[in-house]
């Protein structure tokens, strides 16, 4: 090669390396954006909830409604995407481990087998109910049994899972997941201001939102206004429906394929599935909490820390709430939709008294 075709070369490669890193650095910018975005809601959440006429709502709901406000009232920059989604998935997660200082393996054991029953409960009506109407109304099955998934187990991370066992269309999959996001933010609301006229006591309160709640944010930002005994009970039923997961879309996967008489093209065995890791993570720190590793200060300015990033977490939620989203919903799945949910709660009432 030429010298001067040589000078061209590296001039390229020179012009090619620099059009990357300022593509990396727009996108790390952005990233912090999004994180940054969610630190300040959440912090001013944390002010608004000093005040006693919000102090009923909650640092989590308010962080989700200034979320929300936010998006309707200023938008969300395209480029901070990936730092909510960091917020409302990763630190959600990394929140509800921390969460396990405030529990310990005796109060778990004490209250695990009723759990079991009522999450065994919850998502069998739930799927049943749900699957029944859609048939009734003539949906289409996959799309019913997406919405009636997310419904029963865990929202949107049950619906991803079970999507491809069923053979859904990434399309259904998108509305599903939209529709549980936003009707779980609504129910979510709706019970903080429901909270004060039940009567019911902290536990009660963790046992219904954690059995009728879609989501682990929506189950965390719900149960809050009950206090820390209420926050806990909603987090040990909500993991149990969440622990459901693998075994529930090992089912459905099954009777969709029989349905189909021939195997979807991307079923998956037991072991291919994704496990929520982070409840191993939240049993560790139970576990930690138990045997009293750590210093009473630290434990205390971890849950506080945890507070913090679910503080985060809620306000993402809140960003990416899209109400527009349910134009692309017939009045058929509407109706499937809230009256799963509303059955749901009705069945929660019900189980929570028993």
Known sequence: MSPIGAAKTKETSISLESRKMRKSLRLKKGWMKGVILTLVLALLAGIVADFPIFSVMGVMIISILLGMSWKG???????????????????????????????????ILSAGFSIVIIDVAVIVFTLV??????????????????????????????????????????????????FIAIMGT???????????????????????????????????AAATPGGDISSDTAILVKLGRVALLIPVAIVLGSIFSKKSGNVPA???TFKDLPVPW??????????????????????????????LL?????????LSVNFSEFKKLSSKV?????????????????LTKL
Do not use: W
């Open 73 to 107: 009232l200023m938008d969300v920059p395209a480029d901070a995407a990936p730092g909510i989604t960091f917020s409302s998935k990763i630190l959600l997660r990394a929140g509800i481990i921390l969460m396990g200082l405030r529990l310990n393996f005796e109060q």
């Open 129 to 178: 109910f749900m699957l029944y109407l859609g048939k009734l109304l003539s949906i289409d099955r996959h799309l019913s049994t997406l919405i009636a998934v997310g419904t029963a187990v865990c929202g949107a991370a049950a619906i991803v899972v079970v999507a491809p066992l069923i053979g859904a269309k990434k399309e259904l999959t998108a509305i599903s997941v939209a």
């Open 186 to 220: 609504i129910v979510t609301i709706f019970y903080t201001f429901l909270y004060p006229v039940l009567g019911f006591t902290p536990y009660e309160y963790g046992i219904l939102t954690g059995s009728t709640l879609h989501e682990l944010a929506h189950v965390i």
């Open 266 to 268: 991307q079923k998956r």
């Open 278 to 307: 982070f409840i191993f993570g939240f049993l560790f720190m139970c576990l930690i909490n138990t045997v009293g590793f750590l210093p009473d200060a630290l434990t205390k300015m971890l849950i506080a820390l945890s507070i």
């Open 310 to 318: 679910l503080s985060m977490a809620m306000a993402g939620l809140g």
């Open 334 to 350: 509407l109706i499937t939709g809230v009256a799963g949910s509303f059955a749901l709660i009705l069945l929660g009432l019900l």
